[in-house]
């Protein structure tokens, strides 16, 4: 074998053995199973029969800037991702002009309908359009279809949030400035409307998150400070109609969440036990596509969450635990 050849084969074994990394290391790069950095930011996950699908923004370098793009990951262990593609590829679907954005995907499985649906926030340059977009598929990897823009409850939203209930219910979190808060809101039968207010959450957080745990519902918000990280906060209530509590830190505020804002609190429910993962991200507005991921698993008791110093760890998804790795 020559020697061209031979370095192309170490190269090629090399990125694939980083690929198939041991754990889950915040804030590092994060390789696909081809050894790319993953491209889901602001993201969501749904899990679909024993496979987990994470969506996020895809702000790859090189695209045509012309569209927005979605993209889609799978995986069996929420640690080794397969990308899909771009799940959907937007051209400015309501003449909201140059540098309009599409921010937050989050995708719905309506299982009656075997259908994806994908909620987005859909704006203009400046953030005034504030409205939801609507996108739909039949199959995980899309292709998504475009289906319509609207204000939820005709309220201005701007970063949207998904919780799913353990009963399967599907909401939607969404900030809305003039109100100064955040509501939750249910879907329409059909997942494409947003139907009711369940909850308004007088704080002006965005990056909402909410999860069911222990009978307890944690709502999980970051300050409103754009692209700059802050110390996101977390209150409780029995009930997801609230009354909720009072704001507390979810790490030691000078930290500002590690340098991170919240996206999804994911719930890991295993044979054993059950892990929450406070999901965020670590956003580089000069170099989005290397915008990092804060992945945590977060301890939580009665009335108490909190997240702990971020540090590799590994996930056992059948078991529903997880250890920290050992550092070398
Ligand atoms: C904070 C939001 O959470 C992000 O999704 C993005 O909209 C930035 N603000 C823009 O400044």
Not at 268 to 292: C, N, Y
Request: net charge neutral; proline share 6%.
């Amino acid at each position: 074998m020559n020697k061209n050849v031979l370095l192309a084969c170490v190269f090629v074994v090399c990125k694939s053995l980083c690929a198939q990394q041991q754990g889950i290391h915040p804030g590092e790069v994060w390789p696909d199973t081809k050894g790319n950095h993953i491209q889901a930011h602001g993201g969501g996950i749904i899990k679909v029969a024993d496979t987990y699908y994470w969506y996020g923004e895809e702000r790859a370098q090189g695209l045509d800037t012309g569209f927005r793009y979605v993209s889609g990951y799978s995986s069996k262990d929420l640690t080794h991702w397969t990308f899909m593609g771009d799940v959907l590829k937007l051209t400015d679907p309501e003449n909201l002009g140059a540098h309009w954005i599409l921010e937050r995907p989050k995708v719905f499985y309506h299982k009656a309908a075997k259908k994806y649906v994908m909620y987005f926030h859909l704006d203009n340059h400046n953030y005034k359009f504030a409205r939801v977009g609507v996108a739909v598929s039949d199959k995980p990897g899309g292709p998504f279809s475009y289906v319509k823009s609207f204000r939820p409850l005709g309220l201005e939203s701007r970063d949207i949030g998904q919780f799913i209930d353990d009963d399967g219910t599907p909401y939607l979190i969404f900030e809305s400035r003039p109100s100064k808060g955040f509501y939750i809101a249910s879907l329409s039968a059909d997942y494409r409307e947003v139907d009711k207010q369940i909850s308004f959450i007088h704080a002006p957080l965005e990056g909402g998150a909410i999860v069911h745990y222990k009978g307890l519902y944690y709502a999980i918000g970051s300050a409103l400070t754009g692209w700059k990280p802050n110390p996101n906060k977390y209150a409780t209530a029995a009930s997801l109609a609230g009354p909720w509590s009072d704001f507390k830190d979810i790490a030691p505020p000078a930290t500002n969440t590690y340098q991170s804002q919240s996206t999804l609190l994911l719930k890991v429910e295993g044979k054993d036990s059950t892990t929450v993962i406070f999901m965020a991200d670590q956003w580089r507005p000069a170099t989005q596509w290397d915008s990092r991921y804060l992945w945590m698993p977060v301890e939580m008791s009665g009335e108490k969450l909190w997240l702990p110093e971020p540090k590799p760890w590994k996930l056992n998804v059948k078991k529903g635990t997880w250890e920290y790795l050992e550092q070398k």
